[in-house]
């Protein structure tokens, strides 16, 4: 499908003159505006398409997710992470982890990306055993700033949010939230905070 409205002259981009990238520029601002929107979509597919064996769906599972950091009283940033870390799973399920954390990263403070990069790691603490793999492997982080966040995301958030009798808020309570965070400034120091670790707000 190409575009039905002005396009560039070029067909390579080495090719292409200063009034072609002002155009691209422009039309970049719409199309970077609807990333949470697109996000959305995503997260509404998981509850169609999702892997198999669950007693909930992959959407459920971020709902529930975000729904326990919500009741935590979390901020927006966890809030946020929690609902979209497993965003990666329908298109790649061997690095859904990093993918989330590539989508989070311009968005979010360091520490978040790096709990949702780092989370499918953790997770193996609950069921490498199975597959004989070694359930300590997370101990490689130890000494890393946000081990102990990434440590209790995957035990309050994370490992506990697979159960069909949960209460779980709907992902329409979750948009705005959504829209808040990607509409930020992409990798502004005042959204990254680069160095601060603050850890997850105490339980409800």
């Known amino acids: ?9 070029f067909t390579q981009m080495k090719d292409g003159t200063r009034e ?12 970077l505006a609807g990333t949470a929107d697109r996000l959305l979509r995503e997260l509404a597919a998981q509850a169609e398409e999702t892997l198999s064996g669950y007693q909930i769906t992959r959407l459920e599972h971020g709902l529930q997710a975000a729904t326990r950091a919500r009741r935590d009283g979390a901020d927006l940033d966890w809030i946020v992470a929690a609902l979209l870390h497993d965003i990666g799973d329908r298109l790649a399920p061997q690095n859904h982890d990093r993918m989330a954390a590539e989508i989070l990263r311009p968005y979010v403070r360091e520490e978040v990306s790096w709990v949702v990069e780092h ?3 953790f997770q193996i603490a609950y069921y490498g055993h199975h597959y004989g793999w070694d359930p300590e492997e997370r101990q490689k982080f130890k000494d890393h700033p946000c081990y102990r966040s ?10 506990s949010s697979f ?13 705005e939230d959504v829209r808040e965070v990607f509409s930020r400034k992409a990798y502004a120091p005042e ?11 105490d339980p409800a």
């Open 1 to 9: 499908m190409t575009s039905s409205g002005p396009t560039v002259s």
């Open 163 to 175: 159960d069909p009798a949960y209460p779980m808020d709907p992902l329409e309570s979750f948009v």
């Open 119 to 121: 989370h499918g790691i």
């Open 150 to 159: 990434c440590e209790q995301f995957c035990e309050r958030w994370d490992q």
């Open 191 to 201: 959204v990254l905070r680069a160095g601060e670790v603050h850890g997850l707000p």
């Open 20 to 31: 072609d990238y002002e155009l691209l520029e422009e039309l970049e601002k719409p199309f």
